[in-house]
């Protein structure tokens, strides 16, 4: 009976091999009808843009230039004051977030009038505390750009927010600046949510996506190519680590762009909702 048993088994060996052959032979032939498919899927539902997505772009572009202006414009620059420090806030919380994350403690954050600040800690990896600062806002803002393209997710955005400005203001309580920007920031978010079903919020989570996106390579071209400020992220990162502080500053800044433009991506991908789509969903979504 054994030998009927092994010529058994290998004529259904045999036979499952086969049929493997043919059906990798299958899938193999199907590959690129498969991939061509595929790709014209994507292209038809993820990334075409719609008149509602064609609106989000241009307010991204109007912002960029306007905050562009401005930031070096010496008589109006004042303006985006509250909004620096925002963005300042979300870089020192970086900051804070990778020394945490990395074994180390955070005394305290403060922020400067004049437009700087500091998050005073000890341990943690400096060759990841440091970058963070620039590209710990540069995801933030890639974050919000993604959530600015449909109201439901700005509102879950500025929740989150809310949360790190908590964080923020446990770390900076004996700073009044930092207490008073992060306050004005949650009142305004606030706001928004009362206003035409948080219609207003998902466009001033872009406006904040996009300056703390950019935030980087506008203060690495201000730090260290008009004003040649020493004592930058990338200064320090350069002593410690090789290089020039200009290198860093560019690598971070290109860094930066690549998350901008995925946060643009993939919020064209995933909310191609009309604005009377998304208004029904915000009514829905924690209704006010």
Known sequence: MAPIHIARTLFASESLSGGLRHARRAVVAAGPDLARLSVLH??????????????????????????????????????????????????????????????????????????????????????????AGYLGSSLIGALLIFCGFNIVASKV???????????????????????????????????????????PLRFVVLFIGVMSALYSVWDICDDLILRKVNESDASVFAQRYGGSSQCWGVIWSIISLVFMVGGIIAGIAAFPESFSEQEEDSKKFIPT
């Open 42 to 131: 994507l292209q038809r539902r993820a990334l075409t843009v719609n008149s509602t997505q064609r609106v989000t772009l241009g307010v991204i572009a109007a912002y960029t230039v306007v905050i562009a202006l401005l930031w070096n414009l010496p008589y109006v620059r004042w303006s985006l004051w509250p909004f620096k420090m925002l963005v300042i806030a979300f870089h020192e919380f970086g900051h804070a977030l990778a020394a945490c994350c990395t074994g180390g403690r955070v005394k305290s954050i403060s922020l400067d009038p004049r437009e700087g600040g500091v998050t005073h800690m000890y341990g943690g990896m400096s060759a990841i505390t440091l970058p």
């Open 157 to 199: 955005a500025s929740i989150v927010l809310g949360v790190c400005f908590l964080l923020t203001l446990w770390w900076a309580r004996r700073d009044w600046l930092t207490i008073v920007t992060v306050l004005m920031a949650v009142g305004l978010l606030v706001a928004c949510w009362f206003i035409k079903h948080a219609e």
